[in-house]
């Protein structure tokens, strides 16, 4: 069984400060994808990384996968209240099929 | 604007009634999930389905089962709900090509 593992599992931050939450496996992937959700919403795909090292920026964030595949970091720089949600991130073995989920980081950034 | 939808965004449901969940997608994708997703217990896999008429278990199925007649359209049935069925519930869809998912705004189900 494929498990991802994300940390830290909570995180409460004030507006402007820097963050970064992790995504670990023992497994390889052969892509990553990071989602956002908001309460009673379903997640939104914010990104995927496919290649070994592979960096995405989307505005004050940052992605990052690690060179082996088995890893990721997202890294939001002067987080704002509308970063607050839970983070996910997923992974699978094929390009397509099902993916396994971590269980999130939840994110409130207070103003 | 590409989409999933969830027919329901509440529903109540009592013990022992027979629950549809329907999901639409209109991306023209080949695959398409339903999870559901508990506090504590992040997204679990319920069912999902490669193509038309075909489906798979996920790490979840006793209790539920699928049907998908046509390529837009994965529904989940609750065969006899109960209690521990209350449960927020989230359909997506994927392109066969790869990608990430596109999520439904989720259903949230409650079984008294």
């Known amino acids: 069984t494929q498990l991802l593992e994300q940390s830290p599992q909570f995180l409460s931050i004030q507006e402007g400060e820097n963050l970064t939450v992790y995504c670990n496996s023992s497994s390889v992937f052969s892509s990553l994808q990071w989602y956002r959700q908001e309460p009673g919403e379903g997640p939104v795909l914010l990104v995927t990384?496919?290649?070994?090292?592979e960096v995405k920026k989307l505005k004050r964030l940052t992605f990052q996968f690690g060179d082996a595949r088995k890893d990721s970091s997202l890294h939001i720089t002067a987080a704002q209240p509308g970063d607050t949600g839970l983070y996910l991130c997923?992974?699978?073995?094929?390009?397509?099929?099902?993916?396994?989920f971590g269980d999130g980081t939840t994110l409130t950034v207070k103003p | 604007d590409v989409k999933v939808t969830q027919s329901s965004r509440y529903l109540v449901k009592r013990t022992g009634e027979k629950v549809f969940l329907e999901c639409v997608q209109d991306m023209d994708h080949e695959n398409m999930f339903w999870y559901r997703q508990d506090p504590g217990l992040g997204l679990r896999l319920i069912y999902f389905?490669?193509?038309?008429?075909?489906?798979e278990k996920g790490d979840i199925p006793e209790g539920y089962s699928v049907s998908r007649e046509k390529k837009e359209r994965f529904s989940l049935i609750l065969e006899s709900a109960s209690t521990n069925q209350t449960s927020m519930y989230l359909c997506?869809?994927?392109?066969?090509?790869?990608?990430?998912?596109?999520f439904g705004s989720g259903t949230r189900l409650t079984v008294v």
């Open positions: 997923a992974g699978g073995r094929t390009n397509a099929g099902k993916s396994t």
């Open positions: 990384v496919v290649t070994g090292g």
């Open positions: 997506a869809s994927r392109s066969g090509q790869g990608g990430g998912y596109t």
């Open positions: 389905s490669y193509d038309v008429k075909m489906k």
